[in-house]
């Protein structure tokens, strides 16, 4: 394996990769001790290079990854009207080996998935990390969230590409998403002859027609399918026209089609596409911003020509928190609302005197009594449980929402492969002592199928209802 696949290949989120000298021009690549792959060639590259390359982006990352505009142009939300990117964890942290050198060093991944590209030495980059339990996973985070309930058809990821698939499957199901309202409709002008008068009166052509007579040559605003939103989704179905991931859409892009007669626009003018103002429409403006990112090819390429860094990320954490909290409403559960405002503590600050407290998810009881979950996306370690940060965090939120109401359990929810040797298939049950109550503590599981399983949507909608039940029997 070439070092150029490594980077667009073999890194996982939450891993922890070492990697170590096996030969003159060879090393080899270790997950969690786990040997991923027997030997990585560094090709035409030499270790000075390679080692150059990972912790100039690993140092580039941390800082943008602080910046308001960086996160809010690369880092793409799920719905950001509950949800802010608060994570602490990097995409990629590189920790160089022994006098900085690529052997034994470490390349340490967090919750981000997705993609960089960068330009180092006239040479470009592109570093992919992918979720460790596989794309089909991640599709079906992806389109749960937007309530398909069958994942659309995405063409061999393996071939694609996370950096490609990832961009066009998301602006699929946007797409579709969008599409329940209708083509969308805007205010265009135009200017033609009408028997009744329209609009304003074009008085330079006018002069001709001394008596009046219709017809009138009119300028005036009208309603019409053929606007920039569409012709910019047109734009986009004729450059993916050859990509397996959008051939099940040939009735979507036939509406697009008829809807703007074809037209063909330059690059320039679809990248300066304006947002739809009605808000009926509002839904395709995240269309859109993914048309232009798709038009601007800013998918993770070696032969791009691009010299900045560009990136596009998920934090799947929140992904999965978003999951977790779809599966609880459609099965009727009451949650309060995402970072409610009503519970808080005093925190000392001079510009804020007050920090939200709010737990991941919470359940109102029919009895008024409260079930409190944090959702945790990192690895559940059985022969350690669960982190003391975390156990410090949620034993906070308990008694702090003790003092509006009975807490009936709480606990925390982790993904895991349901072929983990360690997973005996259930939930991990105790008591825990809070302000002289006994509460219930609760470890769920959602179980995630093997990513090469056949009939993987089945399976993945067989572990959620065993999830539910899961959680109904305390």
Known sequence: MEFKQLLQGELKDNGSFLISREGPDSYSLRNFGNLVNNEISVENRN????????????????????????????????????????????????????????????????????????????????????????????????????????????????????????????????????????????????????????????????????????????????????????????????????????????????????????????????????????????????????????IAKDIADFSSDKDDFSAFFFDVSMLFEYFIRKIFIRNGCILEEKNKKGYRIPCGGRKKSFSNLFPDIIIKNDDGSFDIFDVKYKRFFFQDGVNLDDLYQLNTYVAHLLNYTNVNRCGFIYPIGENNAEFSGSQIIQEMQIAGRTIIFQILFFAIPDDGSINYSQKFNKNIQKFLREFTIP
């Open 47 to 294: 270790d000075v290079e390679v080692h150059k390359l990972l912790q100039t982006v690993s140092d580039e990352l941390k800082i943008k990854l602080t910046d308001l505009q960086f996160i809010t142009r690369n880092l793409w939300l799920i719905n950001d009207r509950e949800y802010e990117h608060n994570t602490r964890s990097s995409f990629l942290n590189y920790l160089p080996g022994h006098e900085n050198q690529l052997h034994n060093s470490q390349i340490q991944t967090g919750n981000l998935v997705g993609y960089v590209n960068k330009k180092l030495g006239n040479i470009n980059y592109s570093i992919a990390v992918s979720s460790r339990f596989g794309d089909n996973f991640l599709k079906h985070l992806i389109a749960s969230s937007d309530g398909f309930l069958e994942v659309p058809k995405s063409g061999d990821a393996a071939l694609s590409g996370l950096a490609e698939w990832l961009l066009i499957f998301l602006w699929k199901i946007k797409l579709n998403h969008a599409y329940r309202l209708g083509l969308p409709k805007q205010y265009v002008g135009k200017s033609e002859k009408t028997i009744p008068f329209r609009g304003n009166l074009n008085l330079n052509d006018e002069i001709s027609n001394p008596e009046f007579i219709p017809p009138y040559d009119c300028t005036f605003r009208e309603h019409s399918y053929d606007n920039w939103i569409t012709r910019l989704i047109f734009n986009t179905f004729r450059l993916l026209k050859h990509k397996d991931l959008v051939q099940d859409c040939h009735k979507l892009r036939q509406e697009f089609n008829l809807a703007t007669n074809g037209k063909r626009l330059p690059v320039r003018e679809l990248l300066h596409v304006q947002s739809l103002k009605n808000p009926y429409f509002k839904e395709y403006n995240i269309v859109a911003d993914l048309s232009r990112r798709i």
